[in-house]
């Protein structure tokens, strides 16, 4: 687009078709040569413009006031605009409320992430890390190998990285197929998780910028499960004779891999009582 503010009695009129800008009204030569040097322009793709370079035709007409017998005449002068690109970051668009996550289980973080990139088409790496109460001793994040992508978990930052060019919708489906595990299946940590996505793309347009990385996070909300408490017994039957008092099970033991305290018990006969 080329743009005018009319002034000094100059008005411009754009044609989009044909990409001329005209001038018209009369008006002293220093007032069209304020008006020719306020002419602007401005490309409105803002994404992924074409980084051709433009060519701009000034043309300018007389107005033969002295009456010279040629009549009005028109000269022109060219300009280049050399159009230069900028790198867009890529967008990843997670799953705005909260991951429930119920002891035991394997889900994935985001089944339905949405990842976008308006001037390139291909992607080079991302890396997917639990920042938040993160335990290495629980937590672990899995991917399997797929389109050319890669993954390597790194449990002492809590961090899997994929690596290896592909595009954004092999690059979409790999983090969608991420998936979180607290391996503590007895009683785990119940603080919430927040799990950050970082994305980088190619500039393959080949951007001034270079390399742009982005981020997104989604929390997971662990929920854990009672267990039961556990009782062991002496294996072999205890003996009695007859008139005795003995212990049932003097050797019994008592378990509960989540809880601390018992609220009650019951022992009953049950057979041949």
């Not at 035991?104 to 001037?119: P, T």
């Not at 890396?127 to 994040?141: F, P, R, W």
């Not at 982005?214 to 039961?228: C, E, G, K, L």
């Amino acid at each position: 687009v080329l743009a005018l503010n009319n002034q000094s009695g100059i008005s411009g009129s754009w044609d989009a078709v044909t990409g001329t800008l005209t001038l018209s009204g009369t008006a002293s030569k220093a007032d069209y040569q304020t008006a020719l040097r306020s002419i602007i322009y401005q490309n409105t793709n803002e994404d992924n413009p074409s980084i051709a370079n433009r060519t701009v035709v000034f043309s300018v007409m007389d107005g033969n006031s002295n009456g010279e017998g040629l009549g009005m005449l028109t000269t022109t002068a060219t300009r280049d605009i050399i159009v230069q690109a900028v790198n867009d970051a890529p967008g990843v668009i997670l799953t705005g409320s909260p991951l429930s996550y119920t002891e035991s289980a394997i889900i994935a973080v985001d089944a339905d992430l949405v990842l976008g990139d308006v001037d390139d088409t291909t992607v080079v790496g991302a890396t997917v890390q639990i920042t938040g109460n993160y335990l290495a001793s629980e937590d672990v994040l899995s991917f399997d190998d797929q389109s050319g992508i890669s993954g390597s978990w790194d449990a002492v930052t809590g961090t899997l990285t994929l690596s290896g060019t592909a595009s954004k919708a092999d690059y979409q489906t790999a983090l969608r197929s991420i998936t979180y595990q607290n391996t503590n299946n007895d009683n785990p940590s119940i603080a919430n998780r927040t799990v950050v996505f970082s994305v980088t793309d190619d500039n393959s347009n080949g951007e001034g910028s270079g390399m742009l990385t982005t981020t997104a996070t989604r929390d997971i909300v662990v929920q854990a499960v009672n267990d039961a408490p556990g009782v062991i017994l002496t294996g072999s039957p205890p003996s009695y004779t007859e008139s005795a008092i003995i212990a049932v099970d003097a050797g019994l033991i008592l378990e509960d891999v989540d809880d601390t305290t018992v609220v009650g018990a019951t022992v009953q006969i049950t057979g041949n009582y």
